[in-house]
């Protein structure tokens, strides 16, 4: 029968008969229930004759709607120091650093500089090849003929198998040693990488992994499986990504403590995520670009902030999360979320897609964009260079590479940018 | 209902149990509903049509109501025909024209076969759905009518498809209208259209009249891919729709709800039947809707109308025959081991077995799935262990494949074994080389002889690359070996000059069943005797046939391609593509615990609100950190029992630590994963091919993962499956049942486990002391949890459907079912809300089970109530509800996410304070405090749940 008619005959009886029952059945007396707490009137039993029955697929709250009080971008008023480059130096395109006195960076054509703290110093071009065909490397001591100057500039990629010159797109300090890397597409299923490594007489020397396993994490034939490895509250994480070949295989895997976390079923076949933890059961997870997702170490929820593309979480000495993201491309936005209490701040940042520092202080950056949290207040600053890439020391100075906006030259039909580094110095602006 | 009011109240009274909401709705069709619109008369006997020929070149004959053909009319390429009670019908058909190839047109033929118009739909695909606005059985008018015109190709970047109204009449374009649709269906005037969470309902204008948001049940992730929202209307107006987790919503024609319920599977159809019940196809198979109540096995009657049977070529139809199923009853009897070097890496791509005693076995096949392992390679088992013997090869001296080519080095690929009539292992293959021909190689010891004699026989075939060998041995001596491609088999051995026999000539096939059909489409038989014939499926499943009946064994993977051969009775193996399986005989296989299954309940009443009524300060958290002898300490685990003696385990999905509450060891720990990575595997016809090493460790999916009986006794559910533990150790051990999900230990020391796999083999198995039994009679379910207070009285409780997630999962899904089983039959209870995860039995025949979106059932007796959790503001709390567990009517624990500690104490439901582990953790599994301490468990740490003094 439907209830169309008020109260069912028990319904109405329940508050006067479960006392009699209550006494009857549950053996010694009972202290009275507290009314109306112990008796929560069923929802449905208030039904007006006609109402239709409240189903619970027809029930759907809507998500809750984040509203979020603007930010406010204050202007940086910091000093831009810029560093002498060598003449004619294009684009540089990566930096690492051991110390603000001892800063590495690659350019464009190859060359290799280092800062000594009053001066930047040419350290030489690397130059190694990688046949045409597949990107292996070439042992041109082995084979001079393959590496000679006439061999090298007639060789075509895809071509007959020849000797190509490999261009430098990074730059990294690994203890004593300074290495950088290439990676070589030749049109295979994947790219080659091969590195060059500063040795104590102050020679390259050209080098290339020799297994050609695909792993998780690996950006090309001869590199190993990376992965994102955390530690929180005595918890070990490890978010491995796919293996690569043309497709993606494996998806994404998260090991808490040697327990693998279910992740989303959107990333069972990649692309490879991102995470930030602020504890075991408080997982943030993202893929750079896209969506995000929070976790509670069993089950992960949508994270809906009104940022159609996330690309890097981090925490705020655990009171607050910050998400960098975009609206929509090119309206790029910080939000600072109280995990806590909820609710926060939007700070509108153009161009800003990735960060160098912590959750106290740390810097925005975009190709022509740079904003500073100071931990108090978000700047807008006006970079005086198109960044490529940047760099910033425990203190708290960045470096900033990449190229003049206004010189460029040219070399046969190609414009050439000029290369540009500044410092910004650390503390408060 | 006036005579059940006394005991529902003392039931509920003496349970101590929230108020019951209210009885459920009873749906019926609504006033709209019943008007003379939504439910006309259809007449009683009407004409109908018939589509024959091909689709290209259709042929449309009518037929009247008496039989006699009216008309029959060429109407060309016809992609949607719709039939008119005047013996005409509507067809969209395809045109080619010069300008523009395809021109899909509208056409109507009137009752005499003219065609009255034809209107172009100027552009548009090749699957369209035809409606007329007019209540079926009525003639189409002279004006009023509408034809409604749905192509179903790709929709727009806005996700919106075209729908053309035409005047029915005339064919006059009206209007041309882009809509979201999935589905759509028209009856009786009424016209719904279906799109994800949408349901609408078209008006004569085209445009919606109403739209109603329809959610699916909630899930455990939400992201899992949702399938097309189905609908249909049914002869008394009533709009049905369904999707992929199995959820129905019936609205009246107004768009008012009726009723909503679940059924097991994916919906992929409804249609309407007669006398308004709606037939609802899932990947479970079909079910009847009638007005709500869900009937598993009862046959329907079309709707009447004008109906049209397509009889073109490769076109199914209604009348098509089916041919009912063959049954097979699951059993253990059979015990089923997958074999290979170690339990970690079992065989892959076994391509032939030679079983010739049950201690010399021959395989040849993959060590396991790595980079190298290309060639396969010959392994012999002795009834003990298993030894690899290599790929089996032989050295070629050079050879003239071809005349004025010159001689080349073949080599050898082995393909298959056989025995030769002396009991020789002959292993099969092709010798590649400048061509390709078959090779016989006779194992002597260590070495291989080449049976030379085919060389000449063979010479004149060209073998294809990828043949099949097959070798057949008489006692004579006769033997004969056929190639697949080209079918060619030639006749050589003791005494016989190798000779091509001619067509038809090879060897004979033995009927093995005779005139016993088999349940499964026969890919392979095997048999000891004729009342041990076993057979394997072409997609899948292991059958044997005991002389009587048909048995389903369990415990092997549910993969095509499957082969069985044997030694003799009781030793049986099955291996393919997915590796190889012993069958033994079980010797603990017990009778079954055998129910009936109830029928299904009718739509449960919406759940009634159950608020949280402050907190209950007599009981505080205590985070606990086990130190584990020699490990890591135990931070946080997922899942915690407790056994005889008070003998704790704590299960974190990668270690299981038992406590006696002094001291911890470890019982389990998840063995350390290889690397995953990927290499180049071109194959052929593959340039584009790489193959992977397992992924691991396996995500631990289960709900109820340990049951310890004794200190270092019990069972648990790991990544690796069913765990057994013995004298402190936890040794995987094959299972029956897949999926499990739950186990737990029941006062009589069995442990009772539940599956939530999605076929319909049993989903309840118990390891008794004295052996295994399989639960039968269970309906199938996504089963999560169980609580078992006796052999009769247990409760099953889960999702009607599973969903399988990417990583090997199943979750729980669907509409909730909670299951008791009394020792004869098994009463099935709708969870209104979604899927429940967690029961406990409260009291002899009651029960609290929780689940998704803050969903509570309690159950005494028949009696069954369902509540949601209500936040401030009278706004639902839709928080998973984990685990649930009582020490009696009046002491029931919950737990679940967003620090959820709930505490019914027989008068209101209270929260616990569990600040101890933040705002928002994540409570998996909880033990309810007695005498001792409790427990709550969850990602983020371990807590003592103690009295506050």
Same mark, same amino acid.
């Not at chain 1, 692309?271 to 059961?281: E, G, K, L, Y």
């Not at chain 2, 936040?871 to 685990?883: M, Q, T």
């Given at each position: 029968m439907a209830n169309s008619h008020g109260p069912t005959r028990a319904a109405r009886a329940l508050p006067s008969f479960a006392l009699i029952t209550l006494f009857a059945c549950s053996g010694p007396p009972l202290p009275p229930p507290p009314t109306p707490a112990a008796s929560p009137a069923p929802t449905e039993a208030a039904k007006s004759p006609a109402e239709p029955p409240k189903l619970s697929l027809l029930q759907m709250d809507e998500p809750p709607v984040q509203t979020l009080a603007a930010g406010p971008v204050a202007t940086f008023a910091g000093r831009f120091e810029p560093v002498p480059l060598p003449p004619q130096m294009p684009t540089i395109v990566s930096v690492d650093a051991r110390s603000e006195r001892d800063v590495w960076m690659v350019a464009a054509d190859g060359h290799v500089l280092r800062w000594d703290g009053a001066r930047v110093v040419d350290r030489g071009? +690397?130059?190694?090849f990688t046949d045409s065909c597949c990107g292996t490397l070439v042992d041109c001591a082995k084979q001079p003929a393959m590496c000679a100057k006439k061999a090298v500039e007639d060789c075509q990629p895809f071509g007959p198998s020849c000797a190509l010159p490999v261009s430098w797109s990074s730059i990294r300090i690994d203890g004593d040693d300074v290495i950088v890397r290439a990676l070589v597409e030749t049109g295979g299923m994947r790219a080659s990488v091969v590195e060059s490594r500063l040795g104590k007489k102050g020679r390259w020397a050209c080098e290339q992994g020799a297994e050609d396993y695909v792993y998780p994490g690996s950006a090309g034939r001869g590199d190993g499986a990376h992965a994102v490895e955390l530690s929180v509250d005595g918890a070990s994480l490890h978010l491995e990504g796919s293996a690569v070949l043309v497709n993606a295989y494996g998806g994404n895997l998260l090991l808490l403590d040697g327990r693998r976390v279910p992740l989303p079923n959107d990333?069972?076949?990649? +692309?490879?995520?991102?995470?930030?933890?602020?504890? +075991?059961?408080d997982l943030w997870l993202w893929v750079s670009g896209e969506s995000a997702w929070r976790g509670n170490g069993l089950s992960w929820t949508p994270l809906s902030l009104g940022l159609e593309a996330v690309n890097d979480i981090w925490f705020d000495a655990k009171e607050a999360a910050w998400i960098l993201g975009a609206e929509v491309e090119g309206k790029e936005q910080l939000v600072r979320w109280d995990v806590g209490k909820g609710g926060g701040q939007r700070f509108e940042t153009p161009g800003a897609t990735y960060r160098k520092g912590d959750g106290k202080d740390f810097w925005l950056l975009g190709e022509k964009a740079l904003y500073r949290w100071d931990g108090a207040t978000l700047r807008r600053a006006a970079p005086p260079l198109l960044i490529a890439h940047a760099w910033r020391s425990p203190s708290g100075e960045l470096w900033l590479v990449g190229s003049d906006p206004a010189a460029k030259t040219t070399q046969g039909d190609e414009e050439i940018r000029m290369g540009a580094v500044f410092r910004v110095p650390g503390g408060k602006p | 209902m006036r005579r059940a009011l006394v005991p529902l109240l003392l039931a509920s009274a003496c349970s101590a149990a929230p108020p019951p909401p209210p009885p459920a709705h009873v749906p019926a069709p609504s006033a709209s509903a019943k008007a003379p619109a939504a439910a006309p008369a259809p007449a009683p006997r009407l004409p109908h049509v018939e589509l024959s020929g091909l689709d290209a070149k259709t042929v449309l004959t009518a037929y009247g109501p008496d039989g006699d053909e009216l008309y029959e009319v060429p109407i060309g390429w016809a992609l949607a025909v719709v039939g008119a009670p005047d013996g005409g019908a509507y067809a969209v058909v395809m045109e080619r024209e010069p300008k523009n190839p395809y021109t899909p047109y509208v056409l109507r033929i009137d009752g005499s076969g003219r065609e009255t118009f034809r209107t172009s739909l100027q552009k548009g695909g090749f699957t369209w759905r035809l409606f007329r606005s007019a209540p079926a059985g009525t003639a189409p008018k002279p004006e009023g009518d509408r034809l409604f015109v749905f192509e179903f190709s790709g929709p727009n970047p806005q996700g919106k498809r075209r729908m053309h109204v035409l005047d029915a009449a005339s064919g006059k374009p009206l209007r041309e209208v882009f809509l979201a649709f999935s589905d759509i269906d028209a009856r009786g005037g009424v016209m719904a259209v279906s799109d994800g969470s949408k349901v609408s309902r078209i008006g004569p204008d085209g445009e919606p009249v109403w739209s109603v948001h329809v959610s699916r049940f909630p899930s455990l992730d939400p992201s899992l891919p949702e399938g097309p929202r189905k609908v249909a209307v049914g002869t008394d107006g009533t709009v049905l729709t369904g999707t992929s987790d199995g959820s129905l919503v019936a609205l009246d024609a107004e768009g008012k709800p009726l009723y909503q319920l679940g059924v097991r599977g994916s919906v992929s159809r409804i249609d309407a039947r007669a006398g308004g019940a709606f037939l609802v196809d899932t990947d479970d198979g079909p079910v009847l809707v009638d007005h709500g109540t869900v009937r598993e096995t009862a046959e329907s009657r079309p709707v009447e109308g004008v109906r049209v049977v397509d009889k073109r070529k490769g076109k199914w139809t209604e009348e098509s025959p089916t041919t009912p199923a063959v049954p097979w009853k699951p059993t253990i009897a059979h015990r089923v081991q997958r074999e290979g070097l170690s339990p970690e890496k079992p065989f892959q791509h076994v391509q032939s077995v030679v079983a010739a005693a049950p201690n010399d076995v021959w395989v040849l096949g993959k060590r396991e799935q790595a980079p190298g392992e290309d060639a396969d390679r010959l392994f012999h088992y002795d009834g003990r262990t298993w030894s690899d013997l290599g790929v089996p090869s032989m050295s070629f001296p050079k050879e003239v494949f071809a005349e004025g080519v010159p001689a080349r080095v073949s080599r050898f690929v082995p393909l298959n074994l056989s025995r030769s009539p002396s009991g020789a292992l002959l292993v099969l293959g092709v010798r590649v080389g400048g061509a390709v021909r078959p090779c016989v190689l006779e194992r002597a010891g260590s070495a291989y002889r080449e049976r030379r004699e085919l060389r000449a026989a063979f010479s004149k075939v060209e073998i294809e690359y990828g043949t099949k060998l097959s070798h057949t041995a008489s006692a004579g001596g006769r033997e004969v070996l056929c190639s697949s491609d080209p079918a060619v088999c030639v006749e050589f051995g003791r005494g016989v000059t190798p000779k091509i026999l001619p067509d038809g000539e090879g060897p004979e096939i033995p009927d093995l069943l005779g005139d016993h059909e088999s349940p499964v489409p026969l890919k392979s038989t095997w048999a000891s005797g004729r009342d041990d014939v076993w057979a394997t499926g072409i997609t899948g499943g292991v059958a044997r046939f005991d002389g009587q009946r048909w048995w389903r064994i369990l415990g092997i993977e549910p993969v095509s391609g499957l082969s069985v051969t044997g030694s003799g009775r009781g030793d049986v %193996?099955?291996?393919g593509d997915a590796g190889l399986w012993h069958v033994t005989p079980e010797p603990r296989a017990e009778a079954d615990l055998e129910g009936t299954t109830s029928p299904p309940p009718p739509p449960a009443a919406p759940s009634a609100a159950l608020s949280i009524v *402050?907190?209950? $300060? &007599?009981?505080?958290?205590e985070r606990v950190v086990l130190d584990v002898d020699g490990q890591k300490p135990l931070r946080a685990a997922l899942h915690v029992a407790e056994g005889p003696g008070g003998v704790v385990w704590l299960h974190d999905g990668a270690r299981v630590v038992e406590y006696d509450g002094a001291h911890a060891r470890l019982l389990y720990q998840l063995p350390k994963p290889e690397p995953f990575f990927c290499w180049y595997a071109p194959e052929p016809d593959c340039n584009l091919c790489a193959q992977c090493t397992e992924r691991k460790p396996k995500s631990l999916s289960c709900q109820r993962c340990a049951a310890p009986t004794a200190a270092g006794e019990g069972a648990l559910l790991a990544p690796e499956g069913w765990l057994p533990v013995r004298g402190g150790r936890a040794t995987p051990e094959p299972a029956p049942l897949s999926d499990l999900l739950s186990v737990t230990v029941a006062p009589s020391g069995a442990i009772w486990a539940v599956s939530a796999a999605g076929d319909d083999t049993p989903h309840a198995v118990i390891h008794g002391p004295r052996g295994v039994r399989l639960v039968t009679g269970l309906p199938p379910a996504a089963y999560a949890d169980l609580a078992v207070r006796a052999d009769d009285d247990a409760w099953f409780a889960g999702g009607l459907t599973g969903a399988s997630t990417s990583d090997g999962r199943v979750l729980p899904e669907g509409e909730g079912t909670l299951v008791r089983f009394d020792g004869r039959t098994f009463t099935r209870h709708r969870a209104p809300d979604g899927a429940l995860l967690s029961v406990a039995a409260a009291g002899p025949g009651e029960a609290w089970a929780v689940g998704l979106a803050g969903a509570v059932l309690h159950a005494k007796g028949t009696t069954v109530e369902a509540f949601h959790l209500e !936040?401030? *503001? *009278?706004?639902?709390? #839709?928080?998973?509800? !984990? &685990?649930v567990a009582a020490t009696g009517p009046n002491d029931v624990w919950i737990v679940g996410d967003g620090s959820t500690l709930l505490? %019914?104490?027989?008068?209101?439901?209270?929260?616990?304070? $569990?600040?101890?582990?933040?705002?928002? $953790?994540?409570? &998996?599994?909880?033990?309810? #405090? *007695?005498?001792?301490p409790g427990w709550v468990v969850g990602p983020g740490g371990i807590f003592r749940i103690v009295p506050v003094r």
């Open positions: 071009t +690397p130059q190694c990333l069972a076949y990649g +692309p490879d995520a991102q995470i930030a933890a602020r504890a +075991p059961d | %193996w099955i291996y *402050g907190a209950d $300060a &007599s009981y505080r958290l !936040r401030d *503001g *009278g706004k639902r709390l #839709p928080v998973i509800l !984990r &685990s505490r %019914w104490d027989g008068k209101a439901l209270r929260r616990v304070d $569990a600040s101890q582990a933040g705002n928002e $953790a994540a409570f &998996s599994a909880v033990i309810a #405090p *007695g005498a001792k």
